[in-house]
């Protein structure tokens, strides 16, 4: 048994130095052995926060998130979005998730004064924002493991998990911020983390809210929110969020008003009660406002890189199926393309077609789709991900002093690129 003064002191000792992740892991162990999980989950959220590669950390996360009184309080963790937590003001049966919607009504017309929250308005400028299913599952996103572990324990088991959800709902209120090259997956991931959480799919892109009239795209920010609660559970993805939210020091008026909705909006959501998730999307982070990147905004990152072999495995069979091929060895497909995006990969096989497909004519005889027409096609697509390393590269060499882009920089050197 640990004595209680102990862990008063270690908890001290935390306090005192926060950055140490040994120090708070240990004492995340002691409290996990005495079965103070909420107290262990407090540190190692903090900790996953830090580093959120750091296996300890992810072990010990596991171990609090399967512990007995987490898992006597989530006797039915599925479906992931608790509905009962929405229910009109009060608690549901089990006492949980108290939602005072009037407390809650009146934060969010303080944080958006100018448009107002209340149902009744419906302005016929108001635009409607498709809220659509997701059928998408992380299962269906071919290999890339070590991102949806990461998916998973930094995002969905802290959601699917009414008692975190609960305590931390303050530290759980931020979205997550998906970047990598072009063409490698990030959309993909976020409709298969909706589809997961069992919410619909929002998709906004800055064309979608940019507006050439002053002010509307502010309004349009806000109708985008609007529509995601109204259609809660909803995963509100930003697509492209650095043309939505350009770092306010290179955007002139107009943008900077967006930004400042956007991080409103951001602002307003109350923990996960309302139902609205939101993830976003960049190949350029760099150039993102990093008021967008503060704690409980878009306060994590994860790194979607180009695909790796089982995902070149799943892609590839995903384009080639229905297509009249002969003879095609996958594996050495799959070998021969790494470094190739999603979107290489779908061009490689396109051109592939292609050529047979001329040759079918030229020749007057219909032929498969062979080997040699990859061979070919192999010869003249090429993996386009290389500028955004060489773009990656600067910016781990230069811009990294808050250590933000570790994860980023681990992958250019196990490539060899930095
Ligand atoms: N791991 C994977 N498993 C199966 N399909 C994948 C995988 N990764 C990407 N794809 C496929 O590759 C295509 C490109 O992915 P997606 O559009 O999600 O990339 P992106 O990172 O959002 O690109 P962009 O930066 O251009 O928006 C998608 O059509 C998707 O079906
Ligand atoms: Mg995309």
Redesign the pocket.
Known sequence: MTDPDLLASLAAAVQARPDDLTLRLHLAELLLAVDRQDDALAHLSAALAQDPADERTRALMRRALSGPETASDDPDAEPVWDGSSTAAAGSDSAGRDEVDWGAYESELRAVAPRFGTAGGHDDAADRAFDVEPSAVRLA?????VEVKQRLELAFLAPLRNPKLRRLYSKSLRGGLL?Y????????????ALAGELGAGFLSVSAADVLDRWLGSSERNVHEVFRSARRHAPCVVFL??VDALAVRRSKAGGAMRATVNQLLAELDGLESDNDGVFVLA?T?APWDVDTALRRPGRLDRMAL?LP?DEP?RE??LG?HLRGRPIADIDLGRLVAATDGF???D??HLCQSAAEYAMHDSLERGVARMIGPADFDRALREVRPSTGPWLEAARNTVLFANSGGEYDELAGYLKRRRLL
């Open positions: 269906d996103v071919g290999g890339m998906l990598g090259p072009p063409g490698c997956g990030k959309t993909f991931l976020a409709k697509d492209e999307a190949n979607v695909p995902a799943a892609i995903y995006s999603g979107a990969l779908a």
